[in-house]
């Protein structure tokens, strides 16, 4: 089962649509049990054959054989030093992107001491396998079912299995391919990636994604 923690919101919320649509048994959690309930419900409508129940971030983080960690990061941290004896030895995925947004300005990167939240996540969870993927894809996109993602998702990691098994995961959504963008400590240049990308759809008004070319 996939757990899907801070997936009330509509990255979150897209990632569950879109591997509920693969085949995967699916878990929102939130906060709110009742929030988490209403965004299992709009899984359902997205994919009617969607296997998801929605449940509080601790009962979702101890179902799921595979976490995604898809909160804002002004809650990351708090939220896994909650769940660190739930995270403690699974497959976490951090989707957390290190940004705050200026008013008429847009987004800006917000500097993290570990150098990325995918590296904060592994420094609280020491004897998890930390997985940085996910970031550049447009939530509206993601929700967009029954189109496919023409982008590429890069994938860093320090634990080559786990690296290899998200790739394989990412590239059961239509349209995207998996690219190996190195260890852990890559995630923070990918991380960024996100906040040019918001930027560059600001000013496009668009839904720009990435492509890695000559590979």
Do not use: W
């Amino acid at each position: 089962m996939l757990a899907f923690l801070g997936g009330t919101g509509p990255e979150g919320l897209g990632l569950a649509a879109r591997f509920a649509l693969a085949g995967y048994e699916v878990v929102i959690g939130s906060r709110s049990e009742e929030r988490a309930r209403e965004a299992a419900d709009k899984v359902r409508k997205l994919v009617p054959n969607a296997k998801v129940r929605g449940d509080g971030n601790e009962a979702a983080a101890r179902k799921g054989d595979i976490v995604f960690i898809c909160v804002p990061f002004e809650g990351h941290k708090a939220l896994l030093e909650s769940l660190r004896g739930e995270l403690k030895s699974k497959l976490v995925i951090d989707v957390a992107v290190p940004l705050a947004f200026e008013k008429g300005k847009g987004a800006c990167a917000v500097p993290v001491p570990e150098g990325s939240a995918a590296e904060q996540a592994q420094a609280l969870l020491p004897r998890a396998r930390v997985i940085g993927a996910f970031h550049n894809l447009s939530a509206k996109e993601l929700q967009a079912v029954g189109h496919p993602i023409p982008c590429d998702v890069l994938v860093c990691g320090d634990d080559e299995e786990s690296k290899k098994q998200v790739m394989a995961m990412a590239q059961q959504m239509a349209g995207i391919r998996a690219v190996d963008a190195g260890r852990l400590s890559s995630a923070r240049y990918v991380e960024n990636i996100t906040v040019m990308l918001l930027s560059i759809n600001r000013i496009y008004k668009a839904q720009a994604g990435i492509k890695i070319v000559g590979i």
